[in-house]
Each structure stands twice: as C-alpha cells, then as structure tokens.
C-alpha cells in the first residue's frame, strides 16, 4: 500500500523509522537523548469498559518499553457514538486508562474523539531514550537465546468472551497477563544491554518473531514445547474461538515459516494468534540468557526462553 509513495528524505537523526515494521520510531534531539514515539488503538476486548481501557493504555505504552524507552506523555484517541451509547462506558474507558498512565508516570495532555459507530480507543505516547542504547527487532544476532516475557492466548480468549464461551477463570489469567505492564521488561533491557527486542501484538508470535528474524538478516528457532500459554487458550482454539487475523497473519509471514510435522496443529493457531498488550520478544546472548530470565521471573513469572538465532538458513523462522 505505502510503496507508491514517494521515498522519504533521509534525515540522519531518525534512528528508527517505519522501514523495518518496529514497534516506535526513534528520533535523536541530540547526542544523549531521542525520542520514541508510537501509536495503537482497538476496538473492545473484553466487556468492562475500566478494564478496556487499561489494557489499552498498557498495549501503547508497552512499543515504548519494547524499545528500552521510558515512556514521559500520551495522548488519547477514540472513536465513539454520539447516541445509542451512554457516555458514562467512555468515561469508565478513560478512567481505566488514566489510571494506567498514572501508574506509570505518563502525563496525559491531550486527545482527539471522532463520532463513529464502532468504539475504539488509545494512545499516542512519546518516550525518551539514550539513542545509544536503543533495543530494535534488528538487533538479533546468531548465538542469542530468545526470551518470552508473558504466556500467549488473548487472541482467542477475547473472541470467546464475545460468544460467551471463556470460563471466568480464563478471562480473569488472560486480564492480569495483559495488565502486567512491560517496564520491568524494559528495565531489563537497559541491565542486560539487550539489542534485539519486539513486543508482541497484533501479528503474534510468529509474525513478530519473523520481523525480527528478518530485520536481523538471522533465523529464529522456536521450540514449540516451550512457548507458556494462558490456561485455556489451547481448549478454546482447539474448538474453533479463532479471530480473523488467524489468517492474515499465516498470509504476512507467507512461506518463509517451517513448522516441524509434529508440532499440534492447534498449539500453531496461537503461534498466529493476535496478542494485546503482549510479552515482549528478547534476543540476549547465550551466556546471560539464564540470568535475564531469572530477572524476569521475578515480575514475569512465566517467562521462558524459547528459541535460539541462528545465521540466516532457508526459512526465517523454524518451529520445532
């Protein structure tokens, strides 16, 4: 779609641009200090409206920390009717959001509403960041294990929670995983001197894993065994609670994905399945992996390492 538009200037103070699908563009002001800056909104995931609001909130912010940021401001967008809602569930949404920014120190300044039929909501957040310590999905390198901060399955847990099919037990392990904000992840980041890192959102694991894999010029191993999921999110993909990207995220990797005979058909639908407010996606060198990843546990207790780089092979990425 974008590749008819004329080619952007280069301007050497943009570190991290759109050209290599990362999760926030990077900007240096000056020699010690860039900005970051991303963008995300969705439609509702889950039905209270306090609750829609903080993962939204959450999901934003987290493509600052994906990038070892600290994210400073935001501002709101949402799309919502003019009649046949009441207005207090946009009050309950923004109310759940501020709490979130306000947590995590994000001033809001501001925001924008169109009247639109079909409620959607989120922010824009600015960040800073030291641009020589910048953690990008270009930024893995063969001999890196692959780190998983948070188990997947929002996905299909959220269609289910639209046809009423998701246990209350599911739907509470699916809020709290999108709820566990990615500042620790990020804060282990800047500790470890991570240099490859993508958060994992809409295009889920594999397609993600496949930018990174792609950006880094690199394969990436996947060990099927060892991916964490939400407690019933197997069950439920296995019954068929699939959202539509569950196919245009098999299209946006295409064939350069090898997925061993053995590996459950219905353990690969989550590999494709779209996350909000996901884990974030590491590659640390080999000999600090096991040190990250006791880190990690500590606010991320189903984290795990996952994979393994490789030098570039036929496929970009291989699950095993």
């Not at 847990?157 to 809020?175: L, M, N, Q, R, Y």
């Not at 099927?224 to 609670?241: T, W």
């Amino acid at each position: 779609m974008l590749s008819g538009l004329e080619k952007q200037p280069f301007d050497e103070n943009l570190l991290v641009g759109f050209d290599k699908a990362d999760d926030a563009g990077v900007y240096r002001l000056r020699d010690d200090l860039a900005l970051v800056q991303t963008l995300d909104f969705f439609t509702p995931i889950v039905d209270d409206p306090f609750d829609y609001g903080r993962i939204a909130a959450l999901n934003s912010i987290n493509d600052v920390w994906a990038m070892g940021g600290k994210p400073v401001t935001a501002m709101a967008i949402t799309c919502f009717p003019k009649k046949g809602v009441d207005f207090s569930i946009l009050g309950e949404i923004m109310r759940g959001g501020l709490v979130v920014l306000t947590q995590n120190k994000v001033a809001l300044v501001g925001g924008h509403s169109v009247d639109n039929e079909q409620i959607m909501f989120g922010y824009s957040v600015t960040g800073v960041i030291d641009p020589n310590h910048v953690a990008t999905n270009a930024g893995a390198r063969p001999g890196d294990a692959i780190v998983l901060t948070k188990p997947i399955g929002t996905g299909v847990i959220s269609t289910a929670i639209k046809f009423g099919k998701a246990s209350p037990d599911v739907v509470a392990e699916s809020v709290a995983t999108m709820l566990t904000p990615g500042k620790y992840a990020a804060e282990a980041i800047g500790k470890f001197d991570v240099k490859g890192a993508t958060d994992i959102t809409g295009f889920a694991l594999l397609g993600h894993a496949w930018e990174m894999a792609s950006a880094s010029n690199a394969t990436i191993e996947i060990d099927s065994a060892r991916v964490p999921l939400i407690s019933g999110a197997l069950e439920l993909a296995a019954s068929g609670s699939l959202t539509g990207a569950d196919k245009t995220n098999r299209e946006y990797v295409g064939q350069d994905v090898e997925i061993a005979a053995g590996v459950d058909s219905n353990l690969v639908k989550l590999f494709y399945d779209p996350q909000t407010a996901g884990g974030l996606l590491l590659a640390v060198s080999e000999d600090r992996a096991n040190d990250l990843l006791g880190e990690l546990q500590q606010n991320y207790p189903r984290a795990e390492i996952i994979g393994r780089v490789t030098e570039h092979a036929a496929k970009a990425i291989v699950v095993k």
